[in-house]
T-cell receptor, first 114, second 115 residues
């Protein structure tokens, strides 16, 4: 069963628009971590955020913000005022328990047009 | 800090040959390293987990005799793709976890093309 679901395959926006990426996860563990990574065309994964299961506080970092809701098992990511450099594939990932293995979602390709 | 390197960054080989990919933690000691594979336009799939000094643990469906993993030191893990075939062509990414830490640091990836 898929542990992390990113229902949006591709999103295309015009520069300065906001874009929200959805992530729904599934786990039976009470202790887990959620992550977002960015993968630009170069292929290297860029770490964006890690959130543990006991911290539901939303977070904002510059133009990025994250909304963690345990009630709906979601960890959504919003890019405000998107820029062309935001064009990339974004992955949501889950780490359960203490083995630190990551289960990745299918990824969402974001294209920001000038 | 927390830099992970991979070598080579890309490799092209003939079918039937073996290819070795290195993953190094440059400024920390990695007790655990993970190997992922990513096919074009797909997600990352965990292949195996390697702990320093012990045998690697492979995910279901990954052939351990084909993908040999060695984690002989706290800063180096190697993945050897034996008797490579075109279907093994993929992007291989490693990550490393520091002892006592709960974050993985990813390498830049190695693009393997088997002709």
């Amino acid at each position: 069963a898929q542990k992390v679901t990113q229902a949006q395959t591709e999103i295309s926006v015009v520069e300065k628009e906001d874009v929200t990426l959805d992530c729904v996860y599934e786990t039976r563990d009470t202790t887990y971590y959620l992550f977002w990574y960015k993968q630009p065309p170069s292929g290297e994964l860029v770490f964006l955020i890690r959130r543990n299961s006991f911290d539901e506080q939303n977070e904002i970092s510059g133009r990025y913000s994250w909304n963690f809701q345990k009630s709906t098992s979601s960890f959504n990511f919003t890019i405000t005022a998107s820029q062309v450099v935001d064009s990339a594939v974004y992955f949501c990932a889950l780490s359960e328990g203490d083995d630190y293995k990551l289960s990745f979602g299918a990824g969402t390709t974001v294209t920001v047009r000038a | 800090g927390a830099v992970v390197s991979q070598h080579p960054s890309w490799v092209i080989c003939k079918s039937g040959t073996s290819v070795k990919i290195e993953c190094r933690s440059l400024d920390f000691q990695a007790t655990t390293m993970f190997w992922y594979r990513q096919f074009p336009k797909q997600s990352l799939m965990l292949m195996a987990t390697s702990n320093e000094g012990s045998k690697a643990t492979y995910e279901q469906g990954v052939e351990k005799d084909k993908f040999l993993i060695n984690h002989a030191s706290l800063t180096l893990s190697t993945l050897t793709v034996t008797s490579a075939h075109p279907e093994d062509s993929s992007f291989y990414i490693c990550s490393a976890r520091e002892h006592g830490g709960n974050e993985q640091f990813f390498g830049p990836g190695t693009r393997l093309t088997v002709l």
